[in-house]
């Protein structure tokens, strides 16, 4: 499926919106998945023809993506990713030159695919790294053609024009990261603390945030504003309890007491299951999966926080509820509303919310530097 520099010659020099018009991809059809990036960008609709004028312009930067140590699902919800497919990602908007799980060509054949793309386009490509980067012993504990995942991806990263740390291992270290971490396992930025990286942690990654963080650097030449643990702000910057269709449920003190109760089948709050939506940044909620249809919550799971560092220590047990959640008390809410008291309540979300619209308006990159 994925085409190698050498197959893509022809057109390398052809814009994006060129190669999509001799593809037969309508222009309405453009219009509107320039309409869908910019609604996950967070962006007012009035910038989507400022989208769409740039992605007329600008020519399909080389991809390679890594997979280290992960289960591979951020590659599976890229092969089931919608506006756009992934036929449109790969063929259209981005020039995939390596990913082992996709690529037609194996051995030395994929080994000289990569090193010719980190050689003759350096500074000029994306990397994605899917899954931890072993640290101990020297990084032994993960090979790929003889090399070191470890040693992969100081090369692959330092060359890179920015990385996207896809899901929450490559981001944190993820499960394989979690206690007793046999094998030293952490995140990019970690591994590679010289690289530019952009962190989209989730077991997996919803596509269409990959798909929003890669338009942004092309359009405004730049990535995203992140937060204090190095993700767009575009797609981290409001709790999930702040966008979820249960939350009226929780205000109303109409929680989930036992899976399958009265409760659970008229879709009330699942604090109390085990829902860590409070102490969890994501779009999950918007932005949804499965073509925007669904999400854990909306189909009667708790959160379980995977887009959080270290939710697999720190979020367990999975379907317990958190003790405490910092700054806001909400145990202790959560218990009040119950009786009655739900002002207090309203108020610390409202704090809340001016909080992260102040922090909107900071430059790219500006939390992460003041970490």
């Known amino acids: 499926m994925s085409k190698t520099r050498t197959e893509a010659r022809d057109d390398s020099e052809l814009s994006i ?21 910019t609604a996950a960008l967070a962006l007012p609709p009035s910038f989507a023809p400022s989208v769409a004028r740039a992605l007329d312009e ?27 497919t992934v036929a449109e990602i ?3 908007i981005l020039s995939v030159d390596y990913h082992e799980t996709i690529m037609a060509s194996a051995g030395h054949q994929a080994e000289a695919a990569l090193d010719k793309t980190i050689t003759d386009y350096k500074g000029k490509y994306f990397a994605v790294i899917e899954g931890s980067i072993p640290m101990k012993d020297g990084g032994v504990y993960g090979c790929v053609g003889g090399k070191s995942h470890l040693e992969r991806a100081r090369q692959v990263c330092g060359g890179a024009a920015a990385t996207i740390a896809i899901g929450t291992c490559a981001s944190y270290g993820g499960i394989p990261a979690a206690a007793p971490n046999p ?25 269409d945030n990959l798909t929003a963080t890669i338009v942004h650097y092309l359009v405004f030449n730049k990535i995203p504003a992140l937060d204090g643990h190095g993700r767009p702000l575009f797609a981290y910057g409001k709790r999930i309890h702040d966008n979820c269709e249960r939350r009226p ?30 102490a969890t940044f994501h779009n999950c909620p918007t932005q949804r999966y499965n ?74 990159g500006e939390d992460a530097k003041e970490d």
């Open 183 to 207: 094998t030293g396992a952490v995140g990019v930025k970690e591994a590679v603390p010289g690289a530019t990286v952009i962190n989209l942690p989730g077991c997996p990654c919803n596509a």
């Open 17 to 37: 919106g060129q190669i999509l018009k001799e593809r037969g991809v309508s222009r309405r059809d453009f219009l509107k998945f320039c309409s869908t990036v």
């Open 249 to 278: 449920h929780f205000d109303a003190g109409q929680y989930v007491e036992h899976w399958g109760d009265e409760g659970h089948r008229k879709g009330y709050c699942l604090y109390k299951m085990g829902c860590k939506g409070p």
């Open 58 to 84: 600008v020519k399909r930067p080389p991809l390679v993506w890594l997979e280290f140590q992960g289960c591979t699902g951020d590659s599976e919800a890229l092969l089931r990713s919608a506006n756009p």
């Open 291 to 364: 073509e925007k249809t669904a999400w854990p919550i909306g189909s009667g799971h708790p959160c379980v926080g995977c887009a959080e560092p270290q939710f697999w220590d720190v979020m367990s047990p999975m379907y317990r509820r958190l003790p405490n959640v910092p700054g806001f008390g909400i145990e202790h809410t959560a218990d009040a509303i119950g009786l009655g008291l739900a002002a207090g309540a309203a108020g610390a979300f409202v704090v809340h919310g001016a909080l992260s619209a102040m922090r909107k308006d900071k430059e790219p």
């Open 90 to 92: 790969i063929l259209d």
